[in-house]
């Protein structure tokens, strides 16, 4: 299983800002899925750079974006994985938030969306340490179901 995290951030792009994350994003997703490999990206938030970022790992099974997903007006994530994505995937995007109301009402604010480019998953998850792990959490008992449904296997 393929895994990559994007960090969307335009001071930790720079290096003003560290990166906490996407290695947060990783850490989580190598402690519960047995054999994972994890890539990771920083790029800031400008949609050609998120969608170039996309495509250097397109062969993953699964890209997880964290970061700009908010209102703001450089928050461009959800923009640049439409633009990527050949299919929605919505039902990602909404467990994503509904876990994420239990922890804050906060969650109301993003923006993040989910979809399929081939057969590889995109998931946006808001920027801030706790979302990041709190997505790779939810997410890591999905993926591999995931992976399985996008190859024709069905329902284990």
Do not use: Q
């Not at 062969?59 to 633009?83: H, K, M, N, Q, Y």
């Not at 109301?101 to 906060?106: D, H």
């Amino acid at each position: 299983m393929k895994v990559a995290v994007i960090t969307v951030s335009d001071r930790a792009s720079r290096g003003e800002y560290e990166d906490l994350s996407g290695p947060e994003m990783e850490r989580v997703f190598r402690d519960l899925v047995p054999g994972v490999e994890v890539e990771r990206a920083v790029v800031p938030d400008e949609a050609d750079a998120i969608v170039a970022a996309l495509g250097r790992f397109a062969s993953c099974d699964w890209i997880f974006t964290t970061g700009g997903t908010g209102p703001a007006p450089r928050d461009v994530t959800p923009e640049a994985t439409l633009a990527f994505v050949d299919r929605t995937a919505p039902g990602l995007a909404e467990f994503l938030r509904l876990e994420s109301l239990k922890e804050t009402p906060n969650a109301v604010f993003s923006r993040g969306v989910a979809g399929l480019r081939g057969a590889t998953y995109v998931v946006n998850a808001p920027g801030s340490l706790k979302a990041a792990r709190l997505c790779a959490r939810v997410f890591s008992p999905l993926l591999e179901h995931g992976v399985a449904m996008t190859r024709g296997e069905g329902h284990r």
